[in-house]
């Protein structure tokens, strides 16, 4: 006869789902990555796990956060000055940026960097 530890350990293992990932380099606006992180900290999860739970539960048509979780991003988007809402969505454009080392128009050399 099975114990209880090695029960419970099977039903554990029945849940899992086994998955390959890959590493991305997606880009995303740079607050909301940062609302994204700390979100991921605050919940003990990867920012990678994170992610997957938000699409996973928007393919489904549901709402991945909680009354307490959605607080908690109201409280993170006003600390990192996230004004961006959903209908800002597929309006983003992106800074035009000149790589580093590149002449400007005036023959100045710039870095990219702010002085």
Known sequence: MMNEA???EAKINESQLLIERVQTGVRMEKRLLKVLKALAEYHDLSLGDLLEGIVLHAFDGKTPFSASSLKRIHDLKKFYALDLDSS??????????????KKAASGKITTGKKK
């Open 6 to 8: 090695k029960i419970n």
């Open 88 to 101: 800002a969505s597929h309006r983003l454009t992106e800074i035009k940026r000149r790589p580093a080392g």
